[in-house]
């Protein structure tokens, strides 16, 4: 655990490859999840849609949230649940392929969590 000095160093060493690796987590999600509406969800009800995506988007929050505090206060081997959240919707958008998503959205949705993991995994940032 990082005392204050030790928070404010991380700050100014690892801000900017954290805030990088937060802001592709948040599109990574949005995108794996518009391309999960465009395949799956099509042609259902509106509201169940609404109701998913949120539930869906909210747990994705929270679960990004919790790994990024932790690694914030000095437990580098968190990173490996933002890791995981990258693979999972590089996973999960590969496999929407099937349901013929718009390319471009496809496109969009796969994009995200390569540079994400890249960004989590950066040497400096683990070291931590």
Request: proline share 5%.
């Amino acid at each position: 655990m990082l005392g204050f000095a030790g928070y404010l160093e991380f700050r100014e060493k690892y801000f900017s490859i954290f805030m990088t690796a937060i802001y592709l987590g948040i599109s990574s999600c949005a995108l794996t999840l518009l391309s999960l509406m465009f395949s799956y969800f099509r042609g259902t009800d509106v509201s169940l849609m609404f109701q998913w995506g949120m539930g869906i988007s909210i747990a994705g929050a929270v679960f990004q949230a919790f790994f990024s505090v932790m690694l914030s206060r000095g437990r580098p081997a968190w990173v490996w649940g933002l890791v995981g959240m990258f693979t999972l919707c590089l996973l999960v958008s590969l496999s929407t392929v099937g349901g013929s998503p718009p390319p471009f959205i496809y496109v969009l949705a796969i994009f995200p969590p390569l540079p994400g993991c890249t960004a989590s995994t950066v040497k400096d940032t683990a070291k931590c």
